[in-house]
């Protein structure tokens, strides 16, 4: 089974910073059929359930900001917020499309 | 519009028994992969079980396997999961969640999750 592990497990970040959240599989999820990596980002907040944020790693699902960036492939991932706004506080998660979520990175406000 | 809404939640002893439903509308139901995902209280998420478009292929996460069942229903546009032999560790809010029908792009839409809790 592919194991996920996210770092770190929390973050606080001042208003119009940079966050940064790693994701590493187990084993490569590179799929050499359309060369992508099978690598999804979601966003939860408090109360809610999760939306989709990015796909293939660095594919921005439709209506989210740009200011989310994915990127990496093979075996290590990176969620990027390049500028931290309020509604941005929530609990990111990466997964593997096949199952296994990472355990969870929490963003709050510095 | 999108929309899934899950039922079916409750309060059950362990070794109880019960049946999730998720029913779907807005999308069309019979092309798309399904999948069950739960969150224990203050926790993370976990892939529960998914199911193939027709139904002809399933995989559970090792947890639950040989205790819940993933089915659909294609003329009634829903989604079930049943529980069997629950224990006080299948406590959490059982979300459904509806795969994008190309390969490796993720859940693109949930429901809002119905809470199960096994206590005595």
């Known amino acids: 089974d592919i194991v996920m592990t996210q770092s770190p497990d929390s973050l606080a970040v001042s208003l119009g910073e940079r966050a940064t959240i790693n994701c590493k599989s187990s084993q490569s999820i590179l799929y050499s059929s359309n060369n992508k990596s099978y690598l999804t980002w979601y966003q939860q907040k408090p109360g809610q359930p999760p939306k989709l944020l990015i796909y293939?790693?660095?594919t921005r699902e439709s209506g989210v900001p740009d200011r989310f960036s994915g990127s990496g492939s093979g075996t290590d991932f990176t969620l990027t917020i390049s500028s931290l706004q309020t509604e941005d506080v929530a609990v990111y998660y990466c997964?593997?499309?096949?199952?296994?979520f990472g355990q969870g990175t929490k963003v709050e406000i510095k | 519009e999108v929309l899934l809404v899950e039922s079916g939640g409750g309060l059950v002893q362990p070794g109880g028994s019960l049946r999730l439903s998720c029913a779907a509308s807005?999308?069309?139901?019979?092309?798309?992969?399904m999948s069950w995902v739960r969150q224990a209280p203050g926790k993370g998420l976990e892939w529960v079980a998914n199911i193939k478009e027709d139904g002809s292929a399933k995989y559970y996460v090792d947890s639950v396997k040989g205790r819940f069942t993933v089915s659909r229903d294609n003329a009634k546009n829903s989604l079930y999961l049943q529980m069997n032999s629950l224990r006080a560790a299948d406590t959490a809010v059982y979300y459904c969640?509806?795969?994008?029908?190309?390969?490796?792009?993720?859940?693109?839409?949930w429901g809002q999750g119905t809470l199960v809790t096994v206590s005595s």
């Open positions: 969640a509806k795969t994008r029908s190309v390969a490796g792009t993720g859940f693109d839409h």
């Open positions: 997964q593997h499309p096949l199952g296994t």
């Open positions: 807005g999308f069309t139901f019979t092309t798309h992969w």
């Open positions: 293939w790693a660095s």
